[in-house]
């Protein structure tokens, strides 16, 4: 009932945040802070009963009822340790959204937080549907809120980046629908019974050509949402258009959900196919990590180098999910809460910038250091954090990625392995042409941090260190759901 | 005739006394809300003698008529898009400088004449009641014609229309004769002829082929959908809706009995002129789309692209013929009652724009900036139409756009299926241009009150459309019922 309640109080907040929006803009704000903290107390409760429940079974509750009979479509809501994780990344972000959306939000705020909220909730049921149908509902409706939170407050090329977000995820996913079709009746020629619960399709034998196809309209929606070469090039304008809470939303945890379908369906959906896939799909992350890193080296505009390189931090999640072994899987889960945390910091940095200098570009920044040592500071701690400094969390995930990809295939972790060579040089070059060297420009009377943005970014980095230092916190509870994946993605009955 | 043949024949025969009342009714009392009343009473009660009748046994009344269930529902959709059609023309017709309740006797004949289209299984019905439509459609495609405001458009609308409706007829008419000549019967059911053909077998392959091309006219299915684009954007808006809602699903409900008796080697050519129509429809119906500026022009393409989808059902039955059958029926039902539920919100929304303001309807889509923060009930109905156009869950089109990939899926029909991808991927963009205009900061002060009772249709078109979206077992299972 738990996660029925999360999404509820999401979906109810939005709709009550809309009406009072009408009438005062601070009430609509408080009010989605009042349905994210519901949304948390029920996610305590959900957590707390993980530790006394998770030892016996893997699955942490199961919802089940009956939706659209015609078709043994249920709605099937369930977690396991791999979905907890996620869905406390998508609250705390949430939370870090919120306060960056603050005062950045004037215009038109009940619709801002409905949107707002619809997306978080549309997250939150991605990450909990186990019915296929349900998962693409999911999928698809956190889509249109933040089309429109980038197409209406959004920054100067908005609609067109708005456009192009929507049309890139849709297309694809109209992909993954067809595969999803030709999966069940597969499934029905094979067993006779129609039914979309993920728990009856992983029983499925995809072994053949078909499998192979059916697994690709699935890899190729999770591609463009991760996103990986080839299909990345709405990222750059949607994160660079969108206002700082809808960046966080999207670099945070959107890009989860395509990582986290990949894990959750492609391999143990299609476990023949996707292993017979897996070098091509690690050559397009060793790719995406190298070339998205050197795009992000040539940017001017602070949002948009960030989303290159969030490109290829994704490049290695995709990278860890095709090595498919137990140190591969749980770095990548690592690897998402980390970029998780570093890219909304960095994101909030931006936005904050942005606030203040009305720019994103770097070259007209410069200086910083001396006129906002707090907001330089904490701009270093998400800097390094991106470039994988031991002790913070991204360190964790892309090491035990490329030790689990090294096992699998020595050469694509060798290449990877020179990532984190590129990786120093553009986490760096924001900290020089931003901060360091003498002001641009009249810049005298801006302000430090106050204390709402100090939380939002303190927020951010203490999950970082105490990753960094007790990755167990996560890994206790992804480890038996990532082997019990890693079994299902190997074929292994269960 | 017996009593059971003549109850299964109530919803035609209230719709056709609709007409012949308000004809009695506007000699002695002109009024418009009165007579408006008549029409959607009329409605209503037709309407629910057919979907009270769903579930006894099929009536062939007279060998011209069949009242299945099939008939019954899709007849019982015609009848509720006809009666959204009436509804809102109440307000757009008040503010019209027009004499207005003859429309309504129009409106009751073309209904009329979608309903006995749907229920034909004779050659001879289906012309009458496809004639009996579009002589109706003529006038109501033009009916604005001595109106100051809007003469122009709607005048070029209804010639256009009327002249390639009559070629398409004559086509029609032609091929049904070659039939004829072939079959020596006119009934649509060419099993019948058992003892093999009386002539060469090309009569009834250049006699199908030009029965075809008088269908595609109908459905504006590419290449012959030159008509549509103009006289969707000329007919008033609520004509609009009964031409994209009522008109496709009587014609499409037509095609697809007529299909599903057809058996034989001119199945494959057949098959082919479909696929070459989807194929076009599906990608250039999109394509052309992407630059309009008029929104009714723009949901003209809409449709043209949106019957291209649909004939993945008409192509699935003519594959596979009985395996399939049962799937692309349902599918074919469902695409069509979502179809009309979303297409008729998009209208209402229009028409109910256009009376207040008649830019609206022959302006650019320029005029509709803003709209969603200065009238977001309407606004967010035309987003939400959009959204349902575009095949997003939770609304009537994802649950079309589901069942089409099903039935491709089902019958191997790759190559439509990854065009049906495609299509829909290219009409994103201009579904998301529409709601990105909504949603553009206001220009111009605009103050439009909507009416309680327009407020109500756009609701109950809301709920419809969500509905079909969310919780379409209901749906679902009185398809079922009426295809089993």
């Not at chain 1, 040539?298 to 949002?303: E, I, M, S, V």
Request: hydrophobic share 55%.
């Amino acid at each position: 009932m738990q996660l029925l309640g999360i999404i509820i109080s999401l979906l109810g907040g939005g709709v009550l945040a809309l009406i009072v929006g009408r009438q005062s803009a601070s009430a609509s704000r408080w009010l989605s802070l009042a349905s994210l903290v519901v949304a948390s107390i029920f996610y305590t409760s959900l957590w707390l009963d993980s530790t006394s429940s998770l030892s016996t079974s893997i699955w942490l509750m199961h919802m089940d009822w009956p939706w659209i009979e015609r078709f043994g479509i249920h709605l099937l809501l369930a977690t396991d340790g791999l979905s907890l994780v996620l869905i406390g990344l998508t609250l705390v972000l949430g939370y870090v959204a919120l306060l960056s959306a603050w005062h950045e939000i004037n215009h038109r705020c009940g619709l801002f937080y409905l949107n707002f909220l619809f997306t978080l909730a549309g997250v939150v049921g991605v990450f909990s549907a186990l019915d296929l149908f349900l998962f693409f509902v999911f999928w698809e409706v956190m889509l249109v809120p933040m089309f429109l939170i980038i197409a209406i407050w959004g920054h100067e090329g908005r609609r067109y980046a708005a456009t192009k977000f929507f049309i890139y995820t849709q297309a694809s996913s109209l992909l993954m629908l067809a595969a999803m079709v030709g999966l069940v009746l597969l499934n029905q020629q094979q067993t006779g019974v129609l039914s979309f619960s993920w728990f009856t399709l992983t029983q499925t034998d995809t072994s053949g050509t078909i499998g192979m196809w059916l697994m690709l309209g699935f890899y190729i929606a999770f591609l463009v949402k991760l996103p990986g070469l080839p299909v990345h090039n709405w990222l750059p304008d949607a994160h660079t258009q969108a206002p700082t809470p809808g960046s966080i939303l999207l670099a945070g945890i959107l890009l989860k959900t395509g990582a986290y379908g990949l894990l959750r369906f492609v391999w143990p959906l299609f476990p023949d196919a996707a292993s017979a896939f897996a070098p091509i799909a690690m050559g397009l992350g060793v790719i995406s990590v190298l070339y998205a890193a050197k795009l992000a080296f040539a940017q001017n505009d602070l949002k948009r180098l960030i989303a290159y390189t969030s490109i290829s931090h994704m490049g290695f999640v995709s990278l860890g999910i095709f090595a498919w072994n137990h140190l591969s899987l749980q770095g990548t889960v690592m690897q998402m809460v980390g970029h998780g945390l570093s890219s909304a910091g960095l994101f909030a940095i931006a936005g904050l910038l942005q606030q203040r200098f009305h720019t994103r570009a770097l070259d007209k920044m410069g200086g910083l250091w001396s006129l906002m040592p707090k907001l330089a500071a904490l701009s270093m701690v998400f800097a390094v954090a991106a470039l994988g400094l031991p002790g913070l969390a991204n360190f964790i995930g892309e090491f035990m990625i490329l030790l689990g990809v090294f096992q699998v295939e020595p050469w694509a972790a060798s290449l990877a392995a020179l990532g984190m060579i590129l990786a120093p040089v553009y986490a760096l070059i924001i900290m020089q042409k931003g901060f360091f060297g003498a002001p641009v420009g009249d810049k005298a009377d801006v302000l430090d941090l106050n204390a709402r943005e100090l939380l939002m970014l303190g927020l951010l980095v203490a999950g970082l260190v105490l990753l960094g230092f007790w990755p167990n916190l996560i890994f206790t509870v992804t480890a038996a759901p990532v082997d019990y994946l890693m079994n299902l993605g190997k074929g292994v009955s269960i | 005739m017996n009593w059971l043949e003549l109850t299964s024949l109530m919803p035609l025969l209230i719709v056709a006394s609709i007409s012949v009342i308000l004809l009695l009714l506007i000699a002695f009392v002109r009024d418009h809300k009165l007579t408006c009343w008549v029409t959607c009473v009329g409605f209503i009660m037709a309407a629910f003698f057919a979907f009270a009748d769903m579930g006894n046994t099929a009536q062939q009344v007279t060998p011209l008529l069949i009242i299945d269930d099939f008939s019954r529902l899709l007849g019982g959709v015609v009848l509720l898009v006809s009666l959204a059609c009436a509804w809102m023309s109440y307000a757009y017709l008040e503010t019209a400088d027009e004499i207005c309740e003859e429309y309504y006797i129009l409106l009751s004949l073309a209904a009329l004449g979608a309903c006995v289209l749907v229920a034909s299984n004779h050659f001879a019905s289906m012309f009458i009641g496809l004639e009996l439509m579009s002589v109706s459609l003529f006038a109501m495609v033009g009916y604005m014609a001595h109106s100051k405001q809007q003469a122009n458009m709607t005048l070029e609308a209804g010639v256009k229309y009327m002249v390639l409706s009559g070629v398409s007829s004559s086509f029609l008419l032609f091929g049904v004769a070659l039939i004829y000549a072939y079959a020596g019967t006119l009934t649509i059911d060419l099993q019948v002829v058992a003892d093999g053909p009386h002539l060469q077998s090309g009569y009834l392959i250049v006699g199908s082929a030009l029965l075809l091309v008088g269908v595609a006219f109908k459905m504006s299915w590419i290449p012959f959908h030159m008509w549509t684009p103009d006289v969707y954007q000329g007919a008033p808006a609520p004509v609009t809706g009964f031409l994209a809602g009522a008109v496709k699903v009587a014609v499409f409900a037509f095609a697809m009995r007529w299909l599903m008796m057809a058996q034989g080697d001119y199945l494959d050519l057949l098959l082919l002129g479909l696929t070459v129509m989807a194929v076009l429809s599906m990608v250039i119906g999109n394509l052309l789309a992407l630059r309009q500026n008029n929104l009714k022009r723009l949901l003209g393409y809409s449709s043209i692209a949106h019957m291209g989808y649909i004939i993945v059902t008409l192509a699935a039955t003519a594959t596979h013929g009985a395996a399939a059958l049962s799937t692309a029926l349902e599918g074919a039902a469902i695409y069509l009652i979502t179809y009309a539920s979303m297409t008729m919100l998009a209208f209402t929304v229009i028409s109910q724009l256009a009376a207040k303001d008649r830019r609206f309807e022959s302006g650019t889509l320029a005029d509709y900036e803003g709209l969603l923060f200065q009238q977001p009930l309407l606004a967010g109905s035309l987003i939400l139409a959009m959204l349902a156009l575009a095949g997003m869950p939770l609304t009537a089109g994802f649950i079309g756009k589901y069942y089409l990939v099903l039935v491709a899926v089902d019958s191997q029909l790759w190559m439509l299926l990854s065009l049906l991808v495609l299509g829909s991927s290219l009409g994103l963009y201009y579904y998301l241009r529409v709601i990105l205009v909504l949603c553009k900061p206001p220009v111009s002060d605009r103050l439009m009150v909507l009416g309680t009772s327009e407020k109500l249709l756009l609701l109950l078109l809301v709920a419809a459309t969500l509905w079909l979206g969310i919780y379409p077992t209901p749906v679902i299972e009185w398809v079922q019922l009426a295809i089993a």
